[in-house]
């Protein structure tokens, strides 16, 4: 395919100068509308070495408001980076609603590369894809305009470039030995370029190639594109906003309802307890292992992610306060969830957690988590059905990106009745010492029991995977429960060093 581009194509200065100065002034409105609709946009620029990537960002941002955008160049992976999952530099990366952000290289550089140099095989390749189109793919279904550049030239041309690079001593660091081993082995890059447009073009993230061995060409085809995309996608938004039906819209994935039987809470034997003796002694030797192995996580730089969810008084404070009492400091971090502020609003719901998750050798314990899109989102309406639907893939390939990273992925739900519940929330309001933890919207969510119900019972049957399993915790007696918890945790981690 894109050998049989022709790459010639050219265009006079002043034929440019003329459509720029019609060009430009649209770009400028289209981005201040889009911003007006709270449009995130993400720009990404791919190609060879040399074909004028940096040049071509540069002339597109020019007629732009600079406080509405922000340009990322993606180079190797740093060291912190390395020890987290791959699409976590880039999550931590995308724009808030109604901003724009730029890469010069992205998400596909890593994969394109191991593929020319073939360090990396056909089927490992297929899941890095599937990987990067899962994540497209949640982003434009959560309302953000993804637009991919692909910059080609010639094997010659690229020659041409670097060798008037090397000639001008203000330039000649910027060719180095790998760009010229890159040129002799252009047919092979040219193979990968080619992959992974052929993967990956699609109605939510299609490819636009520049032929760029003629600047103004490049710069005028890049420019016009922008400003097409920009003008169908302000169309859309008026339209939504006027109420009339909008077609054209990328694929929304999964969204069909699903009936199941009896409720997986239903099954689960509340009854169960410890008495307190026993407690203690577990509750010391299970503490005195955690402490090792947590030494042990940091030695072998494997992370650990650790999601509470329960009903509200369900023991999660207590469990984590056990579970965390003799583990350093320094290697966990404790992150209590609450409502979005503003500027999590404005992002992916899944931004803030991507945010927080450990780095090789570290645990994230979450008090409350990504799951509040399936629960009380959902039930209170904070999302559309269509969201909270799709969200169950979304957070099962979050979790399996996290896995195959290397951490281990473990969620807790803690379980109590209604009784035990309402027994709890008296309790709290009787102690001037825990009035605090109780609230008036504690006392709604009791009357929609039924509904969480059955939120959760899906939830689970959902997003309960081998990589990153569900733990339904009896928690109606708080002994037993923080045992259950430790227990859980403890043997994961033993498996794993086995």
């Known amino acids: 395919m894109l050998e049989k581009i022709n790459l010639s194509k050219k265009m006079s200065k002043k034929e440019c100068k003329t459509l720029m100065e019609q060009l430009e002034p649209q770009l400028s409105l289209l981005q201040r509308k889009l911003k007006s609709y709270k449009v995130p946009v993400v720009i990404l620029f791919e190609g060879f070495g040399s074909s004028g990537k940096g040049t071509m960002i540069n002339q597109l941002i020019q007629p732009m ?53 073939k360090q990396k095989s056909r089927e490992k390749a297929e899941n890095a894809y599937n990987d990067i189109l899962n994540f497209e793919q949640e982003l434009a279904q959560d309302g953000m305009l993804i ?62 190639i520049v032929e760029a061995t003629d600047k103004e060409y490049a710069r005028v085809k890049i420019i016009s594109t922008v400003v097409e995309i920009f003008a169908d996608r302000l169309a859309k ?54 402490a090792l192995l947590h030494s042990e996580l940091y030695k072998r730089r494997i992370p650990v992610v650790i999601g509470f969810e329960g009903w509200d008084a369900g023991g999660k404070g207590g469990a984590i306060h056990r579970l965390t009492k003799t583990m350093d400091p320094r290697g ?49 309406g904070f999302c559309t059905e269509e969201e909270w639907r799709r969200a ?10 996290m896995a195959d990273a290397g951490a281990i992925v473990l969620k807790f739900w803690l379980h109590i009745d209604k009784d035990e519940q309402k027994k709890r929330f008296e309790e709290r309001m009787e102690d001037p010492n825990k009035q605090w933890k109780i609230t008036d919207e504690d006392w709604r969510n009791r009357e929609k029991w039924e509904e969480y119900v059955k939120a ?27 045992i259950k918890v430790l227990e859980t945790v403890v043997e994961a981690i033993e498996k794993r060093l086995i």
């Open 237 to 290: 938004e008026e339209a939504k906003a006027a109420g009339k039906a909008v077609t054209g819209e990328p694929p929304i994935g999964e969204s069909s309802a699903v009936t199941f039987g009896s409720s997986v809470l239903d099954a689960v034997d509340l009854s169960k307890s410890l008495t307190r003796s026993v407690y203690k002694k577990k509750l010391n030797d299970l503490q005195k292992r955690m």
């Open 147 to 208: 637009i991919k550049f692909f910059l080609h030239i010639s094997k010659k041309e690229q020659k041409k470039r670097f060798q008037a690079l090397e000639e001008n001593k203000e330039t000649n660091w910027r060719v180095t030995e790998t760009d010229w081993k890159h040129n002799k082995a252009y047919d092979e890059w040219l193979k990968a370029y080619e992959e992974m447009i052929q993967k990956t073009d699609t109605a939510f993230g299609s490819w636009t």
């Open 65 to 117: 408001d600079p406080r509405g955008f922000k340009v990322f160049t993606i180079q190797k992976p740093t060291e912190e980076e390395e020890m987290r999952p791959y699409l976590w530099r880039f999550w931590t990366k995308l724009p808030e609603n109604g901003r724009i952000h730029l890469f010069d290289r992205s998400w596909y550089t890593k994969i394109v590369e191991a593929r020319a140099e």
């Open 332 to 380: 966990y971090e404790v992150i209590p969830t609450a409502a979005p502020n503003d500027i999590e609003k404005a992002h992916h719901y899944l931004w803030r957690f991507w945010n927080h998750m450990p780095k090789a050798g570290h645990v994230a314990i979450f008090d409350r988590t990504w799951y509040g899109r399936v629960m009380v989102e959902r039930i209170e």
């Open 392 to 401: 169950y893939s979304e957070i099962n390939r979050m979790e399996a990106q």
């Open 456 to 482: 959760v019972d899906e939830m689970i049957l959902r997003t309960s995977t081998t990589y990153a399993p569900w733990i339904i915790v009896e928690g109606n007696d708080k002994l037993y429960a923080r």
